[in-house]
Every structure is written in structure tokens, then in C-alpha cells.
């Protein structure tokens, strides 16, 4: 059953800036059993790279990121796209269906490499399993 969507980033991003989801949502991402996130970059310039890592935490201060199951992200994130040349607009996914649940604590961090600059903009959606 559908819970909850929301925007959770929305600004501009220079590239190698590591920009991260505000703290007001931590909890939020956090709540329900399933997670779905949408990328999208919009007015890119240049033809880097962009990734998202998903972290998590059960006390809002320690974060262990979903993909590498440590403190320190993966090379690649959870969402890796490539981007092209041209202005353009790009979109990637990723989905936790549950099966391996996330603690309490959800956290979202985005990073265009160089020379790509663009919007970055992450959309949530929540569902629930559960009663």
C-alpha cells in the first residue's frame, strides 16, 4: 500500500560536491517496509557521472551505506549513471523491496563527477507490507 512521496533533494550540483538529503527526513525514509527512489538531472552540462548512495542508521549518527554494508561507500552508488555530452535529462532508480530492511534512520547522498554540473532532484515513494 502506497504511504507516502516525497521530493527529498532538490539543488544544484557541482561536480565532486557530495550533497546530502536534509536531516528532516531521515526518519521518514525510514519508516515504512519498501523504498523506491527516482534520480532525475535535469540542465546538465558536461559529460561526467552522477551517483546516489542510500545509508542507514538505527541512531541518526552512525551511517552504514546499503551497498557496501560498511561506514564507506562504494565506488559506485545505488544509482551509477553515466551522462552524456549534451544538455540533457537523466534518470535513474533503485528499490528496496523490504526483503533486506533498512533501520530506522534513511539517508540519501548525490554526487555528479567532473565535468558534469547540473539539478539534481531525488523523489521518494514508500509502500507498506505490513499491518
Given amino acids: 500500500m502506497l504511504r507516502r512521496k516525497l521530493l527529498v533533494l532538490d539543488e544544484f550540483g557541482p561536480a565532486g560536491i557530495i550533497s546530502t538529503s536534509h536531516a528532516r527526513f531521515n526518519h521518514s525514509l525510514g519508516a515504512f517496509d519498501q523504498l523506491a527512489l527516482m534520480a532525475v538531472i535535469e540542465a546538465q552540462t558536461g559529460n561526467g557521472g552522477f551517483d546516489l548512495w542510500v545509508s542507514h542508521s538505527a541512531d541518526n549518527r552512525l551511517w552504514i551505506y546499503q551497498k557496501s554494508g560498511t561506514t564507506t561507500p562504494s565506488a559506485a552508488g545505488d544509482i551509477s549513471l553515466s ?12 528499490r528496496n523491496d523490504g526483503v533486506m530492511p ?3 534512520f534513511v539517508r540519501i547522498e548525490v554526487k ?3 565535468p558534469a554540473t547540473g539539478r539534481i532532484k531525488v523523489y ?7 499491518g
Fill in 83 to 94: 551522462l552524456p555530452t549534451s544538455p540533457s535529462l537523466a534518470a535513474g532508480s533503485y
Fill in 112 to 114: 555528479l563527477t567532473s
Fill in 124 to 130: 521518494a515513494v514508500q509502500r507498506d507490507q505490513g
Fill in 102 to 104: 533498512l533501520l530506522a
